[in-house]
């Protein structure tokens, strides 16, 4: 019986993978999932890039890094991206379509099928995890009545695709070989869908120098898709208590007519504004405005790099991003429900607060979530895993089958 390692069966090891895939679901924009896995790609520049479906506009091509990404057979469909969410049912047949059989390395970027991809049995397979299936797993009832998919027999096939997406949901996470998450909101999310651990890595926040423009001590500002879930309308309604305040709401959707037409005249629109005269606004404002329950949180995050001070709903990533009035260095004020009545009144305690929040600890505070803080934590775990990984491979050993004795012949 002769051992024989898999290093002997595969070369001489190596201290770096040799070939890297990441994977990521679509690429329509440049958001918050796309810029983690432009750090990524940025981390790893050999690496080839793999998504269903790329539809990138030109002017956010550059995060690609020159790479020309493979798609599936999705990026033929028609009608994409606006019919997006009627080829969910075909995602999972379609990331498994992707042949990774020849790398070492698989970092797939996933919110909801990438990390489902088939690897080889000889490669690490990490999964940064922007959030299991929301609207397959705890956002099934929001999502159904938000699409007016909760009755008759549209609701009951809904139903039906999500029980389906949900098996193969849990079904595939048994592929990954280990877990980062983007708060502890969605690691725990992670936890009762899959049953796995994750590492907390924040995604990367691309920061910018304060603008030290006096604030206006009346307007407060928002930044935010105007879509349900975003709960804009729970600000709206606030300031309609407050008519000696004023809302600015930066940011378009689908809800954004209903919204203007039920709006009281302190509350303006500026629809979608440049960058500049968005963080102008942002930093001019007393305090930015957030009543969403997100997996992270970016905006909130941003606002408090230029300064801002943010009154935030104490769930899901905000609640781990920002410093409530019982933290060392304060950056903002928290509320515990989403009503109208809870939003005026953690204003209030935030005017009383005064200057106890500080310009200068809500810059510190937006730092520790920076691009360079990213790439550092993220390289390590990566790196670590893969010191693991790698060891295990090369101490492990393959037999040859032993040979039976030879029979004997009886005269």
Not at 1 to 30: C, K, N, Q, S
Not at 179 to 198: G, Q, T, W
Not at 388 to 397: F, H, N, Y
């Amino acid at each position: 019986m002769i051992p024989m390692t898999r290093r002997a069966l595969h070369g001489p090891p190596t201290d770096a993978p040799r070939r890297v895939a990441v994977v990521h679901e679509w690429l329509l924009e440049r958001a918050g999932s796309e810029r983690v896995t432009e750090a990524i790609l940025q981390r790893y520049p050999q690496a080839e890039l793999f998504t269903l479906i790329d539809r990138l506009p030109e002017a956010d091509r550059h995060m690609l890094g020159g790479r020309t990404p493979r798609t599936s057979f999705l990026q033929r469909l028609p009608g994409l991206p606006g019919t997006l969410k009627y080829a969910v049912p075909l995602m999972p047949l379609a990331i498994e379509q992707f042949d990774l059989s020849a790398f070492d390395l698989v970092i797939s970027s996933s919110h909801t099928v990438a990390k489902g991809v088939i690897v080889s049995p000889d490669a690490l397979h990490l999964c940064y995890c922007h959030s299991p299936m929301r609207y397959a797993w705890d956002l099934q009832p929001t999502y159904l009545r938000t699409e007016r998919l909760d009755r008759g027999l549209k609701g009951l096939a809904a139903r039906v695709m999500l029980h389906r997406m949900r098996l193969w949901d849990h079904r595939s996470a048994a592929g990954v070989d280990a877990f980062a998450a983007n708060s502890a909101f969605v690691a725990r999310r992670i936890l009762k869908a899959y049953r796995r651990e994750a590492e907390v890595i924040a995604p990367p926040v691309d920061l910018q120098p304060a603008l030290g423009l006096l604030r206006d001590p009346k307007t407060y500002v928002t930044v935010s898709r105007l879509i349900n879930y975003k709960r804009v309308d729970l600000l709206v309604e606030a300031f309609r208590l407050m008519p000696d305040r004023r809302l600015v709401v930066i940011g378009t959707g689908p809800d954004e007519r209903r919204l203007r037409e039920g709006a009281p005249p302190n509350v303006r629109f500026d629809g979608h504004l440049p960058l500049d005269a968005m963080r102008e606004t942002v930093a001019g404002a007393r305090a930015f405005l957030f009543a969403a329950i997100e997996d992270f949180g970016i905006s909130p995050v941003e606002a408090m790099g230029l300064g801002t001070p943010v009154i935030a709903l104490r769930r899901g990533g905000a609640a781990e991003t920002v410093g409530g009035l019982d933290d060392a260095a304060p950056t903002g004020v928290f509320f515990d429900e989403q009503t109208p009545q809870a939003i005026v009144e953690a204003i209030g305690r935030f005017e009383q607060a005064g200057a106890r929040i500080d310009a200068a600890a809500c810059v510190a505070r937006a730092r520790r979530f920076s691009r360079e803080a990213f790439d550092r934590r993220f390289g390590d775990w990566v790196d670590g895993h893969w010191a693991r990984w790698r060891g295990g491979l090369d101490a492990e050993t393959v037999q040859r089958p032993r040979q039976a004795p030879p029979r004997t012949m009886r005269a």
